[in-house]
């Protein structure tokens, strides 16, 4: 993969845990541009707020 912005290729990819899903961030160490992806999927980041709010 690579960065959609920039096509670097030193991404940081850190897999998150929420609600029974694995979603990943992926930050392009170069341009800072950061993204969310649901098992490959691209996501936007309220969608994954929505995911890890705790509903009570
Ligand atoms: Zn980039």
């Known amino acids: 993969m690579s960065c ?4 670097a290729q030193r ?4 897999a998150v845990k929420i609600a ?3 979603v ?3 930050s392009c160490s ?6 969310w992806d649901d ?3 691209v996501i936007d ?3 994954v707020l929505d995911l ?3 509903r009570r």
Request: glycine fraction near 6%; include cysteine.
């Open 4 to 7: 959609p912005k920039c096509r």
């Open 45 to 47: 980041l309220p969608d």
């Open 24 to 26: 990943t961030l992926h």
């Open 39 to 41: 098992e490959g999927a």
């Open 20 to 22: 029974g899903r694995t």
């Open 11 to 14: 991404l940081v990819e850190i």
């Open 30 to 35: 170069k341009c800072d541009t950061r993204w």
């Open 52 to 54: 890890a709010t705790v």
